[in-house]
């Protein structure tokens, strides 16, 4: 299955979610998880906010994340290749003390489904291939956003709806990894 592009993949995904309570909050992994989980909120007027990642070889660790705690979750990416970046959110998102954890992805693996079936609440995904695959292989047109732009994103949807969301914590500001802890989540890849 191929998407025509990230908006094609986060329209598609929105009705998957649609009856999920609205004061659920979407954390997008940062950067192309932004663009899915606008395009989500759109239709289903869920909060936005994001996880941003620093990754130094195969160690995935998350830097920033809003606040979570006693809230449903539902963690959006452009979809997942080996996970290592889904395992980090979800155990970042788990140790901030989220409520319940969803993953809503256009792609996830069949393997990689099997450990994330094991983590969160629920999966949700439209493609469940047998084999891992680079991400752009499903997409038409896959152009990746970088960490400038997803802000830009982020902060624009969020004026432009009026939505009130602590989106992106700003530095100093709890849940920035090293003043509370609750962000910090390091992951080492084992693929």
Request: one cysteine or more; proline letters at 5%.
């Amino acid at each position: 299955m191929k998407f025509a592009n990230l908006a094609d993949a986060g329209d598609r995904l929105a009705p998957l979610l649609a009856d999920l309570p609205r004061d659920s909050l979407l954390i997008a992994i940062m950067p192309s998880g932004i663009a899915v989980a606008c395009r989500i909120a759109k239709q289903t007027r869920m909060d936005v906010g994001a996880a941003f990642l620093e990754r130094e070889g195969e160690v995935v660790r998350v830097t920033e994340l809003p606040p979570v705690e006693g809230r449903t979750v539902v963690i959006v990416d452009d979809g997942i290749e080996t996970g290592t970046a889904a395992r980090a959110v979800v155990q970042a998102v788990r140790d901030a003390g989220a409520a319940r954890v969803l993953v809503a992805m256009p792609v996830v693996p069949k393997e990689v489904q099997a450990w994330l079936d094991l983590m969160v609440d629920e999966v949700i995904a439209i493609d469940r291939p047998l084999a891992r695959r680079s991400l752009a292989w499903h997409y038409e047109e896959f152009d990746p956003i970088d960490d400038d732009m997803g802000r830009f994103i982020l902060e624009r949807q969020a004026w432009k709806r009026g939505w009130v969301t602590e989106c992106v914590p700003k530095s100093g500001e709890a849940g920035e990894a090293g003043e509370s802890g609750e962000a910090e989540a390091v992951v080492g890849s084992s693929d």
